[in-house]
């Protein structure tokens, strides 16, 4: 019977070309259908500030900036719209600080202290209002009766900072550091010290994220067996894999994210992180080239095994890191005309 239907299809191209499309088809919307799955059980596994592991600390210090940073946003608005506000987050951040303190957790991360920075700041601006009315005065009673038992926070943390206009060269500088970076697929054979790694880092950390939640993780390989082992994974490194003296996994903790409604944020918190990263390498003399990490569950769930990242962590790109060869030439990677990217409306 299977040797009649081979023959049968093989009088007919047009039938043969059919068959293929559809079994095409056919599996990619399976691959789809457990692609989404996928990402749907890990969102619902891993994003929700209201879990009962919600003890850990990245999600209490992603809840505590997100409280507090709205009472920051809001006192840098135009003083003309500035009217009392931020009583509900005021509450929050107090019960969070309350919260970590009987928790035993440390007062001295950069988290806590500038939390209390906020509530400072926001005291000082809410015993500027009419005190006379009940709300603003149940507020100031608040904060002073949680600040009055705290140190005055240190300078480093005071909040909100003047706006600081650049030089007009400051565009040259940039573009002629974003012109010299270019994807690299050839590497010296030379250790890159984790110290350069870590001042790269620093400055990428300045990136936007989502109410400064700074998502971000960063795993860093230095061990060729590991480097070699994590690369299996990925299929854009044939030809010069061998030559990667140090990988990168950025990754974004999904339990900074509150629900699945920000189920966009990581890639896009992952990615402003990863730029600047990319480019504060460059200035600081190292070469780059970013791995797509575009795989199926299966294999998402060995980069998490083989490299021991957490399953909360989703992980975005691979980066290689390293110096350039001597003789190392790199795509020239023309652009597309502005016309291709700019809808003016």
């Known amino acids: 019977m299977v040797t009649l239907i081979k023959n049968v ?12 499309r559809s079994r095409d088809g056919y599996r990619r919307s399976v691959l789809r259908y457990r692609c989404y799955s996928y990402e749907k059980k890990r969102n619902a596994a891993h994003m929700g500030w209201h879990r009962a592991n919600n003890m850990e600390y990245s999600r209490r210090s992603a809840e505590l900036i997100f409280w507090y940073h709205k009472l920051e946003k809001g006192l840098c608005l135009p003083l003309e719209n500035r009217r009392f506000f931020g009583r509900y987050p005021a509450q929050q951040t107090l019960a969070l600080l309350k919260k970590w303190e009987q928790d035993g957790l440390s007062k001295q ?14 005291r000082d601006f809410v015993a ?32 909100p900072i003047q706006f600081k206009h650049l030089p007009e060269d400051t565009y040259d500088i940039l573009y002629s550091l974003s012109l010299s970076r270019r994807s690299t697929r050839n590497f010296r054979d030379q250790r890159v010290s984790m110290d350069i790694v870590e001042k790269a880092a620093k400055l990428a950390q300045l990136s936007p994220s989502a109410c400064n939640r700074q998502p971000w993780r960063l795993h860093i390989y230095d061990d060729k067996t590991h480097i070699e082992q994590m690369l299996k994974l990925q299929n854009g490194n044939r030809g010069f894999g061998h030559t990667i003296p140090m990988l990168a996994v950025v990754c974004c903790d999904m339990g900074a994210f509150f629900d699945s409604t920000e189920r966009n944020e990581p890639p896009l918190d992952g990615g402003l992180f990863l730029m600047s990263f990319l480019l504060a390498l ?4 190292l070469a780059t080239c970013c791995l797509n990490w575009c795989v199926d569950p299966r294999v998402d769930q060995q980069g998490h095994q083989v490299g021991n990242i957490p399953q909360n962590e989703k992980i975005l790109t691979f980066l290689a890191i390293g110096y350039a060869a001597d003789d190392t030439v790199v795509p020239l990677s023309a652009r597309r005309p502005l016309s291709d990217l700019i809808v003016a409306h």
């Open 9 to 20: 299809i093989s009088l007919s191209p047009g039938l043969k070309q059919f068959l293929k």
């Open 282 to 285: 460059q200035s600081l003399g």
């Open 128 to 159: 500027t209002e009419d005190t006379t009315k009940p709300q603003v005065a149940e507020t100031l009673a608040e904060l002073e009766a949680f600040l009055g038992g705290h140190e005055q926070s240190e300078d480093i943390y005071r909040t």
């Open 109 to 122: 991360t950069t988290v806590y202290k500038a939390a209390v920075g906020v509530l400072e700041a926001y």
